[in-house]
């Protein structure tokens, strides 16, 4: 029988984003760097090991709160079992695609929506990218 779990997305209060499942995260060329069951990443954009989040999110001060906003989320009504790939955009945000459930102080929902995350940390649509990081000396692979 396959080994089939659920991928999660949890966004922690003033942290990283942690994610839970069937990971794969790829580069910007879209070549797998890592796979795992479990990792977080940085959303500060503070971390010396970008992608994944090095704690540097504590001692930069980093303020962001858990609510997400699903409301432009589909729900796709059912568990979401698969690959779900992260690809780190050059200076950018986080592609998420594949399926998910996503928990914040909003509860869970349940979507297969493709989403860019911010890892720069000056999104005012957190954990959502926005684009500032075109505004910013933002650097990351």
Do not use: W
């Amino acid at each position: 029988m396959k080994n089939e779990k659920n991928n999660t997305i949890e966004i922690l209060e003033n942290g990283p984003v942690y994610f839970r499942g069937n990971i794969e995260v790829q580069n910007s060329d879209g070549e797998t760097v890592l796979t795992r069951e479990k990792i977080a990443l940085c959303r500060c954009g503070q971390s010396m090991g970008k992608p994944a989040c090095d704690g540097s999110h504590r001692k930069a001060g980093f303020k962001a709160g858990m609510s997400v906003d699903v409301s432009d989320l589909p729900a796709n009504g059912h568990r979401n079992p698969g690959k779900l790939v992260l690809k780190t955009m050059k200076d950018g945000p986080i592609l998420v695609h594949g399926s998910y459930t996503i928990t914040s102080t909003a509860g869970e929902h349940s979507s297969d929506k493709n989403i860019a995350l911010c890892r720069c940390g000056a999104s005012s649509n957190k954990p959502f990218c926005d684009g500032s990081h075109k505004t910013l000396p933002f650097r990351a692979s």
